[in-house]
């Protein structure tokens, strides 16, 4: 059971409050700042913080004590002493009662010699606060309702605008930076990234012997949010079109690496099971775990952004920055109502870039919801030809089609697509 107090509820408490009570370990993944540690506090009796010097050195000279303790134990950045994972999962095989531990990291990827954790250990992604947790009671449309393939009425009113989202771009989701503003804002997100260059990269045995040249490849990744460019062409944009590149061999580690520490958090191709869709594009769709990350290593400012401004390194794209982050905000956020039932999120292009769906909502019997993301308040029939198209493709298989905007008024078209809203829209 959760303790009480300030602690803001979120979407993913219920799933682990139900796992609790029929498994015995837990393990809660994420960037740093995504709120990890506060919701396992939430359940815990006993508190190891292995990324503080002197309990990590405690936990490695005696990591016996932390496993025998009794129920509700919470082992913090558990990765910094790796065999702690190892002896957690023998005791679940000794007949550990349920809700005896909760494991936080902030890396994925086990030691050399780590059993996988598999059948013992279930682990849960936390990102960062999504829209409805930063502005909780306002959603009026449920993704979980729209799986239903009922195509429920949808209705509700926002006072968001677009200058509204710009601000909740560059706010962030991390819950300790809410709240900040101006010089705080920023210097806390360039501190953030810097640590990423600086410690987060050492920490997992990689020496960064040229942080700048990593810096500028983080901007390029960050430019190219919700593209499938090459990550030849980041690599060109990192550089600036100079002759002399860095070579694959020394950029492949950053994006290794950062998706170890869950800072890139791409969106995979769609794979449909049920149908074949010919000439299927394969690449990812570019995400960092928060736009605002990605706005401040472009160094994008509000009013740039709202007039249409690309600030960074220069990465072919159609529409503009602020369209691409406010997709980037709505793919978060539908990540985390997608996982609170279990669904799976992916994009869909084909090769030629004749046809492509920004989002589409996977259940687990292959059927989906196609959800293109609109920086404009209300689609006309061009912004959602590729919708229909693919409801040609696959039939019954297409749950809902949903078009997320940055209007006022959710309501269903005349062709029966739903219009949400960004600010409407909740688990």
Known sequence: MSKTGGYRRRILDSELDELLLALPAIAIEGAKGVGKTASAEQRASEVFRLDVPAERSAAETNPVRLVSRGQAVLIDEWQYVPELWDRVRRAVDAGAAPGSFLLTGSSSGLATGTHSGAGRIVSLQMRPLAFAERHPGIASVSLRDLLTGARPAVDGASTFTVEDYTDEILASGFPGLRGLTGA????????????????????????????????????????ATATTVSFEKIRDAATGGEDRKPAKSTVQPYRDVLERLFIIDSVPAWQPTQHRIRELGQPPKHHLVDPALAARLVRAEKGALLAGGSPGPVITRDGSLLGALFESLVTQSLRVYAEAVHGSIGHLRTHRGDHEVDLIVERDDGRVIAVEVKLGATPGDREVRHLHWLAEQVGDEILDAVVVTTGTTAYRRSDGIAVVPAALLGP
């Open 184 to 223: 705080s804002l920023t210097s806390q997100l360039d501190g953030y990234l810097r640590r990423i260059v600086d410690r987060d990269f050492p920490e997992l045995g990689h020496s960064v012997r040229n942080p700048a040249a990593l810096r500028r490849w983080m901007a390029a990744y960050g430019a």
